[in-house]
Nanobody
Framework: QVQLVESGGGLVQAGGSLRLSCAGFGSIFGIKSMGWYRQPPGKQRELVATITSGGSTNYADSVKGRFTISRDNAKSTVYLQMNNLKPEDTAGYYC?????????WGQGTQVTVSS
């Protein structure tokens, strides 16, 4: 049973940094891409960043230049480094892994940015 476990969320002041981690993708077959999504209060879930199996990255315009997605295959962990956080970054953040046959999601970690 695949289980993606996220960590690293919390409360931070505007301008601060956090690093989110998502562990557990090592047993997923045929990974196409991994990514982070977020769901602000009262809004739909949205893409934040993705990284393909080949290492190509993609970012939402709102986070370009501030967030960096990366992975450590040896630790089966994907990261999201978030710098210069803004109050509008407040959301539940979810890890996603696209395997050959299905998507996998983590349980989410809350990020709250105070002004």
């Amino acid at each position: 049973q695949v289980q993606l476990v996220e960590s690293g969320g919390g409360l931070v002041q505007a301008g601060g940094s956090l690093r989110l981690s998502c562990a557990g993708f090592g047993s997923i077959f045929g990974i196409k891409s991994m990514g982070w999504y977020r769901q602000p209060p009262g809004k739909q879930r949205e893409l934040v960043a993705t990284i393909t199996s080949g290492g190509s990255t993609n970012y939402a315009d709102s986070v370009k230049g501030r967030f960096t997605i990366s992975r450590d295959n040896a630790k089966s962990t994907v990261y999201l480094q978030m710098n210069n956080l803004k109050p509008e970054d407040t959301a539940g953040y979810y890890c996603n892994v696209q395997g050959t046959w299905r998507d996998y999601w983590g349980q989410g970690t809350q990020v709250t940015v105070s002004s």
